[in-house]
């Protein structure tokens, strides 16, 4: 089976350990539910706990199990494509690195280089984050993140989902990695 480095997080977040989610996941079938009705039990299970965020726990213990049990590998989604990001803080307020983003995006090579012939840029925002998104040429989505910290800054977060294969993964991780680097230095 394989193991997880999530599952130490998820036992301090939960207050539980492994084995009792062990249990937990054996006394509702886990084992023969797809990810979303795992999930919405544990939403249940932790819901009035007092774990926050919420959302965010209950899709980490879905994932270490679905791991644990040699459901999926990191980085993988349910659907069996590979999920990559990388992050990176920045001195720049939340919609003064967006501007950024998108001035920078379109001049970057690796960036062009992924998108989709007919690929257009989509940006949406709220108070907690603003989304630069847009269609791969691959069939992958590109979503890019400006998110803000308590110090007024924000951090930005390149993200490529929908990948067919671990190595395509490592290899986006790589290329974003990159981009993030040249983003910042330009």
């Not at 644990?68 to 920045?90: A, E, L, N, W, Y």
């Not at 501007?99 to 925002?125: C, F, H, K, Q």
Request: hydrophobic share 40%.
């Amino acid at each position: 089976m394989a193991t997880n480095a999530r599952i130490k997080p998820v036992e301090k977040a939960t207050n539980r350990t492994w084995d009792e989610w062990l249990a937990f996941m054996d006394g509702i079938g886990a084992r023969e539910l797809d990810h979303k009705q795992i999930a919405l039990a544990v939403h249940h299970e932790l819901d009035g706990t007092g774990v926050e965020p919420l959302g965010w726990w209950t899709q980490a213990v879905t994932v270490a199990y679905e791991q644990f049990i040699g459901r999926r590998i990191p980085g993988q989604r349910p659907d069996g494509t590979f999920q990559m990001s990388v992050s990176k803080s920045t001195t720049m307020g939340m919609q003064e690195l967006m501007n950024a983003w998108a001035a920078y995006a379109p001049a970057d090579p690796y960036v062009t280089g992924l998108l989709a012939a007919d690929a257009t840029p989509r940006i949406s925002g709220t108070d907690r984050r603003i989304t630069w998104r847009v269609n791969a040429a691959d069939g992958s989505q590109i979503i890019v993140t400006s998110e803000p910290k308590p110090n007024g800054t924000a951090s930005i977060v390149a993200a490529q989902l929908g990948l067919a294969t671990p190595k395509l993964n490592d290899q986006a991780r790589a290329g974003w990695a990159a981009v993030v680097k040249r983003f910042l230095t330009s």
